[in-house]
């Protein structure tokens, strides 16, 4: 563990999470907070350019932002779905990780900025999720030039899109890469409970408070809020990361279960003392920076030009050593 992590947990375990545990319950407040946070924290780095667009959406256009960096290709793109409960979040406040995440791939990254709850609960996100993956086939990208990445509830949101594609046998796309995804809206799984203490940055109190305002009166075994519960078959490669010592660990190494099931080529790396999508904090956190080099050198191989063309492709396991636990 490095210097770096021991101190971010400090601070994460005594400062942020009592705050978000008192946090108040209006959106528009939790919003506002999580953006001065990103603003104040996350750097934005000079490799990378931006631009803004909108896409056709179920009920009026859906807002979205571009992060590109130089050279990047046409043909192959990700579309990042951020995290934030399914209460907050925008491109505002996630576009330093997607800009992390050209940077290692050299890819154009998609951030929409989905409706949210509780003004859009459940299935508005996921509409949203499946009308920005249709308007990029429709702009003439091949499906499996398309990565998709997510983190926490916006890993969820990448997998509940990948189950509405799998159940329709429509085109896929070509590799997702998920970090700390959400993936069952039940609760149900024991690390809510083993982790609950171990867990530095999400209050276990203010999770179920956030499924429920999310799903609306909705029920939680739906696999398109719950994609722990989905069908995959035909699912391309996915690498999920997530840490033993948080509550939505079980989330991920049952949700790569599940996706195991239906033949899926996945690869699950569960790290050790991080936080909840840890990732966020790359540029000065070593273990942010390792795990999204791992995140770009398997992007860049499953969306590959070349490598799509080969009747057969390496596993992500045979070209990088598995992470440090």
Same mark, same amino acid.
């Given at each position: 563990? &490095?210097?770096?992590?021991?101190?971010?947990?400090?601070?994460?375990?005594?400062?942020?999470?009592?705050?978000?545990?008192?946090?108040?319950?209006?959106?528009?407040?939790?919003?506002?907070?999580?953006?001065?946070?990103?603003?104040?924290?996350?750097?934005?780095?000079?490799?990378?350019?931006? +631009?803004?667009?909108?896409?056709?959406?179920? *009920?009026?256009?859906?807002?979205?932002?571009?992060?590109?960096?130089?050279?990047?290709?046409?043909?192959?793109? #990700?579309? +990042?779905?951020?995290?934030?409960?399914?209460?907050?979040?925008?491109?505002?406040?996630?576009?330093?990780?997607?800009?992390?995440?050209?940077?290692?791939?050299?890819?154009?990254?998609?951030?929409?900025? *989905?409706?949210?709850?509780?003004?859009?609960?459940?299935?508005?996100?996921?509409?949203?999720?499946?009308?920005?993956?249709?308007?990029?086939?429709?702009?003439?990208?091949?499906?499996?030039? #398309?990565?998709?990445?997510?983190?926490?509830?916006?890993?969820?949101?990448?997998?509940?899109?990948?189950? &509405?594609?799998?159940?329709?046998?429509?085109?896929?796309?070509?590799?997702?890469?998920?970090?700390?995804?959400?993936?069952?809206?039940?609760? &149900? /799984?024991?690390?809510?409970?083993?982790?609950?203490?171990?867990?530095?940055?999400?209050?276990?109190?203010?999770?179920?408070?956030?499924?429920? #305002?999310?799903?609306?009166?909705?029920?939680?075994?739906?696999?398109?809020?719950?994609?722990?519960?989905?069908?995959?078959?035909?699912?391309?490669?996915?690498?999920?990361?997530?840490?033993?010592?948080?509550?939505?660990?079980?989330?991920?190494?049952?949700?790569?279960?599940?996706?195991?099931?239906?033949?899926?080529?996945?690869?699950?790396?569960?790290? /050790?003392?991080?936080? +909840?999508?840890?990732?966020?904090?790359?540029?000065?956190?070593?273990?942010?920076?390792?795990?999204?080099?791992?995140?770009? &050198?398997?992007?860049?191989? +499953?969306?590959?030009?070349?490598?799509?063309?080969?009747?057969?492709?390496?596993? *992500?396991?045979?070209?990088?050593?598995?992470?440090?636990?």
């Amino acid at each position: 563990m &490095s210097i770096q992590l021991a101190l971010l947990n400090t601070y994460l375990r005594w400062i942020e999470k009592p705050l978000l545990a008192r946090a108040p319950d209006d959106p528009m407040r939790l919003r506002a907070g999580m953006k001065r946070t990103a603003d104040r924290v996350f750097r934005w780095p000079e490799t990378v350019r931006q +631009h803004g667009d909108f896409v056709p959406g179920p *009920y009026g256009s859906i807002e979205c932002v571009w992060i590109i960096p130089d050279g990047a290709p046409q043909d192959r793109m #990700i579309i +990042h779905f951020h995290g934030g409960a399914f209460l907050m979040g925008s491109p505002a406040t996630h576009r330093h990780l997607a800009a992390a995440l050209a940077e290692r791939t050299g890819l154009r990254v998609l951030l929409p900025h *989905y409706r949210l709850a509780p003004e859009h609960p459940f299935p508005a996100a996921v509409e949203d999720a499946r009308a920005v993956w249709q308007a990029m086939l429709e702009k003439g990208l091949s499906p499996d030039r #398309i990565g998709l990445t997510g983190d926490s509830a916006g890993g969820g949101l990448a997998l509940a899109l990948l189950h &509405s594609l799998c159940i329709e046998d429509a085109p896929r796309p070509g590799a997702l890469a998920l970090m700390s995804p959400w993936t069952d809206m039940t609760l &149900s /799984n024991e690390s809510h409970h083993r982790n609950a203490l171990r867990e530095a940055m999400l209050p276990t109190s203010r999770i179920g408070q956030a499924r429920d #305002i999310y799903m609306g009166g909705g029920p939680a075994d739906d696999p398109t809020a719950s994609p722990l519960f989905g069908t995959f078959r035909g699912a391309p490669p996915v690498l999920i990361h997530a840490s033993a010592a948080e509550v939505l660990e079980d989330d991920a190494r049952l949700m790569a279960a599940r996706l195991e099931r239906f033949g899926t080529d996945v690869t699950l790396e569960i790290w /050790n003392r991080t936080p +909840h999508c840890w990732h966020l904090f790359h540029g000065w956190l070593p273990e942010a920076d390792e795990a999204l080099d791992r995140i770009g &050198s398997f992007l860049r191989h +499953h969306l590959d030009a070349e490598a799509l063309e080969k009747a057969e492709r390496p596993r *992500y396991e045979e070209l990088r050593p598995p992470a440090k636990a």
